[in-house]
């Protein structure tokens, strides 16, 4: 049979049999549907995960001590310096320095009563246009001049705004100077970003707005080459510390915080 007469007789036959020809449309496209989530699934760099519950019931406990600033304390520094901070309807607030009225001293703050080994720390926090900030964890209080000496810092920062925010492992959702994150998902300054971070053992995740943007292990061959290229190469105890503190960095700029609790794993 020729290509015309085959022509004729499949039109013959999905004209007598129409079901064969709802089949195949169906056919098609079920395939074209298949393809493009499949292409969709590949473009996604970091899955979203289900939102976690906060609540005291599953565990989680408040950072924040009411509409003040009790519970909270400089590090190693004089807790007149404080001043720049302030809390109001459960929105712990930094002024920025340039603007700030007589002390304008660099203030990074202690918000943990105690130290944590194994723990989910979950917060909400926004920027200045601009603005640079961070949350460092397992932080030794004593012994050390700066947070960083010890603690690893989760970066916070207004990407687009701010000349860091084209630096890769200096941009929001960073393990600051060590891990870029795999997907950039902040929000523009002056927005409410939601952030996690996990510590366990050796190994720590950063999550923002949903994503888990990185994870890493200390001792691991990715965080042994990151290390020797950082900052931090001359402070071996950054990373090393099985507990410390939770600290929030004074970067200068202002920058807004609600929501901090945690839990311990």
């Not at 100077?177 to 950039?184: G, P, R, V, W, Y």
């Given at each position: 049979m020729d290509g015309r007469f085959a022509e004729i007789h499949d039109l013959q036959v999905s004209l007598k049999y129409p079901i064969l020809q709802n089949s195949l449309l169906k056919n098609v496209f079920c395939l074209i549907g298949f393809t493009w989530a499949v292409w969709l699934s590949g473009c996604q760099v970091a899955p979203k995960n289900a939102e976690t519950e906060i609540s005291e019931e599953s565990g989680w406990t408040s950072l924040f001590h009411g509409n003040d600033l009790s519970g909270i304390r400089i590090f190693t520094g004089d807790p007149k310096q404080l001043k720049r901070w302030s809390m109001e309807e459960g929105v712990l607030a930094l002024a920025a320095r340039d603007r700030a009225n007589g002390d304008k001293s660099k203030v990074d703050i202690i918000v943990t009563d105690r130290v944590y080994a194994d723990f989910e720390l979950h917060f909400e926090w926004k920027v200045s246009a601009g603005g640079n900030g961070g949350i460092f964890y397992r932080v030794a209080e004593s012994g050390y001049e700066l947070p960083w000496h010890t603690g690893l810092e989760y970066q916070l920062l207004d990407n687009k705004g701010h000349k860091e925010g084209k630096i890769e492992t200096h941009r929001a959702g960073d393990l600051f100077?060590?891990?870029?994150?795999?997907?950039?998902a902040s929000r523009p300054a002056l927005e409410w970003n939601t952030s996690r971070i996990v510590a366990?053992?050796?190994?720590?995740?950063h999550w923002l707005n949903g994503y888990k943007v990185l994870e890493i292990e200390i001792g691991s061959e990715a965080w042994e080459t990151a290390y020797a290229k950082?900052?931090?190469?001359?402070?071996?105890?950054?990373?090393?510390?099985?507990?410390?503190?939770i600290v929030i960095q004074d970067h200068g700029d202002a920058i807004w915080f609600r929501n901090l609790k945690i839990r311990e794993l």
């Open positions: 100077d060590l891990i870029a994150s795999k997907k950039d366990q053992g050796k190994r720590f995740e950082s900052k931090y190469v001359d402070y071996p105890s950054v990373g090393a510390l099985p507990e410390g503190h």
